[in-house]
């Protein structure tokens, strides 16, 4: 089943057209679309996580390269002048997700390779490129759901964090790709979706998209977790992730790590879901992945509404890094990688 969830389209041609998100910090309670036609206004949309999950800020940030091109061009220069402002610019929105790098890397090739071309023409080569990363993110997701969900027992009752979904990449998701997958072939009984504090993607949309399509769902708080374990009520653990170090340390969403650790207690399979595109081969292990800390306000206020005393001392890494000894597999588009992952990594790129 293909969702009809995507929380970044393009609209129209490569020269006039314009970027349309779905506003995420409004969910689930409104849909609300948003048009973006400047890279400062894309740069803004990845900081204020109006767009956010480690393959769609990517897929934004390539788009936020063609409005810079087409901003350079209304000033008589090649897109190959300004990239540099513009690439400063849009990664310096999250330091954790490597696909806003991986991204910007192959924009960046695309603005060299324009060198011998009219502006008009290399912005119409960065749109392609731009389109290409954004397709083929939701094939890789596609291959991703078929290999995972090849993991995946009759009757199983899967546990995930965070927002995997079609609302964090160019469609179908990374790990809720395996899990919709993997419940196309009547496989899932129930999903059990982690409400992941501070930031709630879990309650707001990994519910929400879950509902809209029809595959069952029951929402916990994150300390809820090694209950159900404990009671026999999870069968595994399936996660996305930001960015995995070449050694298969998996950086994801804070609060994944506590998960892997009660998986390993219970004996239970910790799975993560990683297109290619999250792997990175340059960073040795997770010691050397960056760690965002977002605002003190996520965590002191849900909403509007504050709940913690005025003035409260609050710590709030956005990430961690669960280590690979405690990763029963790696999927990917192109296959499961398992231990050890220096190695099996490695060969996925050979
Ligand atoms: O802070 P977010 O909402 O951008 O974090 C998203 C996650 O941690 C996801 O699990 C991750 O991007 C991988 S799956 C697309």
Redesign the pocket.
Known sequence: MKTEVTPVRWLGDALTGYLELLDQTRLPLEEVQHRYTTHAGVGESIRA?II??????GIAAAYGVVFGAREAAAQGLHPAATFPAVRALLAAT?P??V?LFWALDRMERTVEATAHLTPHEAIERLHAEAQAIYHEDIENNLAMGRHGAALIPQGARILT?????GL??GGY???LGVIRCAWDQGKVEMVYADETRP?L?GARLTAWELRKDNIPVTLITDSMAAFFMQQGQVDLVI????RTAANGDVA??IG?YNLAVLCHYHKIPFYV??PCS?IDLATPDGAAIPI?ERSAREVTHVGERQLAPDGILVRHP??DVTPASLVTGIITERGVARAPYNASLAALFA
């Open positions: 996580m956010r999950g480690a393959p769609a800020i999250r954790t997700a696909n964090h965070c927002n995997t979904g964090a990449t998701g990374t790990a930031y993607q996660v996305g992730t930001d994801n969403k994944t879901a990683a999250t965002e956005a990430f």
